[in-house]
């Protein structure tokens, strides 16, 4: 285990999405606009017609992961993850009329009518990095000498 202390939160930013907008993609222009290096995002509420995300399979060493696309009416519960050094991991919690789904956030999630996340600013230096099993885990970033 490893535990890491910020010095606080540089600030707050919130992000209104509209129909049609992609989530992640969002996210990923926003943290490149404000210059985020760091941070949390702390929620994330909205709707959306399609759903992309992936989840383990497997209870295996080497990961293997069930990548799904849903597309139907859903409401997306909660959004939460790091960004490290610029770059966003995140989960996300939604519902359609038959099911909840839970897993790791890809690329295409569509808004339906609008979503809402805020993202914390944090004043650290963290990154990741794999370990023997191709897992990305938390570090503090090495100084150059």
Same mark, same amino acid.
């Given at each position: 285990m490893k535990a890491f202390e910020t010095s606080g939160i540089k600030r707050i930013i919130v992000v209104h #999405?509209?129909?049609?907008e992609?989530?992640?993609?969002?996210?990923?222009?926003?943290?490149?606009?404000?210059?985020?290096?760091?941070?949390?995002?702390l929620s994330?509420?909205?709707s959306l017609r399609k759903i992309t995300m992936?989840?383990?399979?497997? #209870?295996?060493?080497?990961?293997?992961n069930e990548y799904i696309t849903i597309e139907s009416p859903?409401?997306?519960g909660s959004v939460q993850g790091l960004i490290l050094n610029g770059e966003p991991h995140l989960h996300i919690v939604c519902s359609d009329l038959n099911r909840v789904y839970a897993g790791h956030m890809e690329d295409g999630c569509e808004v339906q009518?609008?979503?809402?996340?805020?993202?914390?600013?944090?004043?650290c230096d963290l990154v990741r990095k794999l370990d023997e099993y191709g897992i990305s885990y938390i570090d503090k970033k090495l100084p150059f000498k």
């Open positions: #999405l509209g129909k049609g992609k989530v992640l993609e969002s996210i990923r222009k926003v943290i490149e606009e404000q210059g985020i290096r760091n941070g949390v995002v994330g509420i909205g992936h989840y383990i399979k497997t #209870l295996d060493d080497l990961p293997v859903s409401e997306m009518y609008l979503a809402e996340l805020t993202i914390a600013e944090l004043d």
